[in-house]
Every structure is written in structure tokens, then in C-alpha cells.
């Protein structure tokens, strides 16, 4: 299985208009936090495309996190379309997102559709769940 390697200068895996380093990398790395939900799942994505479970852990609600993350090394990840967003702003506590990432599992394309939900933990937004 190939993996293209995501450097800093590469155009950020979540899709946004921004380099790596700029967007998703900066929070990866814990330079800036994510000022809407948005972001904070942009971020997460990117996070699977980059294999960072460390940040995945730390973007997860105390309440809903498991105790080990362990990603798919058969599935990898090659698009994410925001389709919808709900409350998530630097005004709100709560916010929804809903996505469609794309993937190729297996050799085959496939594609995830989340509603996700998130909420603002010591003020920085985390992943609770996906909503049905
Ligand atoms: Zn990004």
C-alpha cells in the first residue's frame, strides 16, 4: 500500500484553501486551536489522512473517548466534503458537522457519511459523538 507523505508545504488533506502547516498541521502540532467546530473536525480528518491518534485523543470528549485509538492501515483517505454545519462558532457551546469523507478501503472507494457532534471542553472544541 502507497501513502503519499503530507509535509508541511503540501495543500492541507482537509481541503481548506491552506498549506498543511498553516491549517490542520498548526493544530496538530498545538500552535493554534480550532475556533469552530468546523475546524476542529477538519482538523480530525486530517489527523486520520496524517495517522496523528494523539491528536485524535486529545480532540475527543473526556465522556465518549476510548482508551486506545488504533487506525486502519487499510483504508486510506482522499477527500472530505463538509456538506453541513450547525451552531460550532466561537458564540456556541454545541455544534453539529456533516461531512463525507472519501477513502479507498481494501483497494475499493468508499466513502463515510457522519453527522458528527461537538462541544466546547475547557473552552476548546472536542468530538463527542456521531448523531443518527
Ligand atoms: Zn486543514
Known amino acids: 500500500m502507497s ?3 503530507v509535509t508541511p508545504a503540501s495543500p492541507c488533506p482537509c481541503g481548506r484553501d491552506a498549506s498543511y502547516g498553516e491549517c ?4 496538530h502540532a ?4 480550532a475556533p469552530t467546530a468546523e475546524r476542529l473536525m477538519r482538523s480530525r480528518y486530517s489527523a486520520f489522512v496524517v495517522g496523528d ?4 485523543m486529545r480532540t475527543w470528549h473526556s465522556s465518549t473517548r476510548p482508551p486506545a485509538l488504533e487506525l486502519d492501515p487499510a483504508v486510506r483517505w482522499t477527500g472530505l466534503e463538509v456538506l453541513a454545519t450547525s451552531g460550532g462558532t466561537a458564540f456556541h457551546t ?11 478501503a481494501g483497494g475499493r472507494p468508499d466513502a463515510q457519511h457522519e453527522l458528527s457532534r461537538f462541544v466546547r471542553e475547557d ?3 472536542v468530538y463527542v459523538d456521531a448523531a443518527e
Not at 24 to 27: I, M, Q, S
Not at 30 to 33: D, I, L, M, S, V
Not at 53 to 56: D, H, I, K, V
Not at 94 to 102: C, K, M, S, Y
Open 3 to 5: 501513502t503519499s507523505p
Open 24 to 27: 490542520c498541521g498548526a493544530l
Open 30 to 33: 498545538g500552535r493554534a486551536t
Open 53 to 56: 491518534t494523539a491528536y485524535l
Open 94 to 104: 454545541e455544534g453539529t458537522v456533516e461531512f463525507r469523507a472519501h477513502c479507498v
Open 123 to 125: 473552552g476548546a472544541w
